[in-house]
Structure formats: C-alpha cells, structure tokens
C-alpha cells in the first residue's frame, strides 16, 4: 500500500510550497494572499527514492463560521482520514498562535503520527524560536523550509523508522498509455466541480454559487468501462477585464496549464446562460492547444425553460465555433446526472481517435482518390500536384503532403483534405493538423 501523508495547518504558512517541493512541480499554486487552496490536492511525490502520496489541504480557520471555511474544513478532515500520517505545517516567523492550538488539539484526538514541520525557519534566529512549538504536545519537531528545501532529510528519516519501506527496490511504475486525460474547462459557475463530484460518486470537490470556488487544477483518478480516467478540474476561466486579483491570474493560468496535461477537453457550456462570449474565447484556447475536444451543454435539466430543443442549441452553437466543427455536442445534467457517463464513453473514443496513427499507404490512396475526384487548382500555369502524404505524429493527428508549389495550396483545398481524412478515418472529436513541403 502506498504511504499516504497530508499537510495541515493555517492559512500562509507554506503548505503549497512544501507540497510544490516534494512533488517536484508547480502543483499548487502559491502566493502570499491567504486561502488559495480550497479542495484537497493529491499527488504522487518522492523523497530519497521512496515513493508516497501527497494531499495538500486549505488553510483552516476553526473559528470562522463562513461556508467557504467550513467546506475547506470538512476538505482537510477528508484528507486527515485518508492519512498514515500528517505534516502539521506551521510558521516559525509569526511564533506559536492560539490557530495552531486549536488545530493541535484536533490532530491529537486522529491518534496518527503528527510531524511539526515548522516552516520558514531559514534564519539561526527563526530556528532557534521554533523550540517554542514544542508546546503543542507533539514529540516530532523539525526545523525546516519548504522555499529552499531545508531540513526536510531529518524529517523522512524519522517517517522511514515509522513507516520502513518494502524489501526489494522500487520501479518506476509504468504509465499507462491507454490513460484518458480529461480537463474540464468552462467559465465560473458553468458546473464543472458538480459534474467531477457526480462522477466521482461523492462531493469530492468544493461546490459554492459563489463564482471563482476552484482555484486549483484538482486531478482525480476513476476507473470506467475498463479503463482509467484521469479528470482534472479547474478554475472557471474569466473574462480578463473581470481578473483584478493575482490569484485569479494564477488560477486562469493554471486552468491553462491543465489543458497541456490532457488529452481532451470538455468545455462545459451553461445551458440556462447560453453561449457567450467568454465561452467562445474559452473554445479557441481548445483550438489553439490542438486538443481533442467535447462539447458538454450542461444544466439541460432547466430546459424546459429555455424553450429551445437540443437540436436548435446545437446548431447555434455550430454558428458560433466553426473552428470546433469537429467536437460532438453532448447535453447533460450533472445535478440530476443525465448522460454524464455518455460523456465518459464518448471521451474514451474520442481520446483513442486523437492518439490514432493511420499507414501510410492507406493516406495515399485516399490522397489519390481525393485528387482525381477533384482536381488541383492551376497555379501560375501549371497544375498544382500532390506527390504523396504521409501521418508524421498524432496527439492531435498531423499529416505532411509533398506538393510541387507550396503556396498554392488554398485554405479550401486544405479544408477539402482534412475532410477527406474524416471520411476515410475517422477522427471524431480531435483536431487535424496539416503540414506541407515543397519539393523542388
């Protein structure tokens, strides 16, 4: 069983960055505004060759009773529950605060393994000061400092006594390319923390009417149909004349950024908003990262309000994302959870189709045919000839076509092709890319 360790303690003392450290990537993101961890964060870290799994949790406040507090508490109990054992976090610049006692006395009563990870201890002085966190009745106490990794090898070294690792080394575990990497982006309040907790199976994820809930991109792990999913849910994408704070910044990058990890979008669309214009922007950022992409209406459970069928919605949104045609539209309803396993099945045809490698002697033989049914436009007299195409790479599919003139290959004719592809092969929610060379 992997070693499960999660980080608690109060806003600003460097749980993200500890976490950032140990899992060797920008993971969570850090800043010194307060709060910006709100879901519980899992990922897989290592320290001296000893794998273990990570959570990151949001700063706690026991005494604040607004809802966003209480739902980042219940977030840190989960992660407390799923611990072998907990890395309280605390800051040795601001000194021991009534906060931390409180915490303290909650992780006394799990009876697990705590570690005081006293933070920020980069100077002798604030090293020295960090004796007075002894207080908080627990035995393990280590100076440390998540910024520049300080400290942290007496720290494992007493986890390596409490939990010793399995004889035998550990192999680099062997990942797995049939994998379905899935973001799901959209614009705050378009239901994608509701639509992950639905297929989840629990309320995994923070779900406020409060616009800007997630900040974090959250990966979770499921398994359907055979195979092994990995969602990962982000931040609603704001308009950028809406961003006023950093952290806003951060979290629209970060949304971004989980576009790269995934093979396939799924941009929700609020059904009772209709198609805006921050979903447009949102859609061509799919475009220009050449994801494959599915199109999910959600909140079609309000569409006997809308007074619009499906197939009218569709067609409008068709009008406006050309550049998407490709993108099967699905409509769901992750309250009632309508088709929301159909979006399942659709992203592992559609993930299968986006990393498909087609002969290239299948490609040429449609090239032939697509020709003699219609013939190359003239260019500068002379007819515009194609010598042969071949795939060159998938994820998304790009095919390089030999052609005698470059530069007469017209955006039509291009368009004529990729369709041709479409027809012969497939490729149903994924993007084509063409590439020419001119051969003398």
């Known amino acids: ?118 933070n920020k201890a980069e100077s002798a002085v604030n090293k020295a000061a960090s004796v007075e966190f002894y207080q908080l009745g627990f035995d393990r106490l280590f100076a440390v400092s998540a910024a520049h ?34 973001a799901v982006i959209g614009k705050p309040n378009a239901g994608k923390s509701s639509f992950v907790n639905k297929l989840l199976g629990e309320e995994r994820l923070l779900v406020s009417e409060v616009p800007g809930t997630t ?93 619009i069928s499906a197939d009218r919605f569709a067609e409008h949104i068709r009008d406006k994302m050309p550049f998407l045609s490709f993108a099967p539209i699905l409509f769901a309803s992750a309250k009632t959870g309508r088709h929301i396993f159909d979006v399942l099945e659709m992203a592992i045809e559609v993930s299968d189709t986006y990393k498909k490698r087609v002969p290239t002697s299948q490609v040429n033989k449609m090239l032939e045919q697509a020709v003699l049914g219609h013939q190359p436009p003239m260019v500068q007299g002379r007819r515009l000839k194609f010598f042969y195409g071949t795939q060159v790479s998938v994820a998304p599919p790009t095919f390089l076509f030999s052609v005698n003139v470059k530069e007469g290959v017209h955006f039509s004719y291009e368009r004529f092709l990729v369709n041709r592809l479409r027809e012969a092969f497939g490729f149903k929610g994924s993007p084509i890319r063409m590439v020419l060379r001119e051969r003398s």
């Open 149 to 182: 990794g300080q400290g942290l090898d007496a720290v494992f070294e007493e986890l390596e006594i409490l939990f010793p690792r399995p004889s035998g080394e550990y192999l680099e575990p062997e990942k797995d390319s049939h994998e379905v990497r899935v």
């Open 215 to 307: 900040l974090d991109a959250v990966d979770e792990s499921i398994e359907y149909a055979g195979r092994c999913f990995r969602l990962i849910d982000t931040a609603g994408i704001r308009r950028k004349r809406s961003i006023f704070k950093d952290s806003e910044k951060m979290a629209v990058s970060s949304s971004l950024g989980a576009l790269d990890r995934a093979n396939v979008a799924l941009l929700l669309i609020d059904a009772s908003a209709g198609i805006t214009e921050q979903d447009l922007k949102i859609a061509s950022f799919v475009d220009k990262k050449g994801k494959a992409c599915i199109i999910v209406v959600n909140k079609w459970d309000l569409s006997r309000n809308l007074e």
């Open 1 to 118: 069983m992997t070693l499960t360790v999660s980080l608690i303690g109060r806003p600003n003392v460097g749980k993200s960055t500890l976490f950032n450290r140990l899992v060797g990537r920008r993971a969570s993101l850090v800043h010194d505004e307060p709060g910006l961890t709100r879901d519980r964060l899992y990922a897989d870290a290592e320290f001296d060759g000893r794998p273990f799994l990570l959570i990151d949790t949001g700063g706690l406040e026991l005494d604040s009773d607004e809802s966003i507090m209480k739902m980042i508490r219940q977030q840190a109990e989960s992660a407390i529950a799923d611990s072998d054992a907990i890395f309280f976090v605390l800051d040795a610049q601001a000194g021991l605060l009534p906060g931390d006692l409180e915490i303290a006395a909650q992780l006394r009563a799990t009876r697990k393994p705590v570690f005081l990870m006293v």
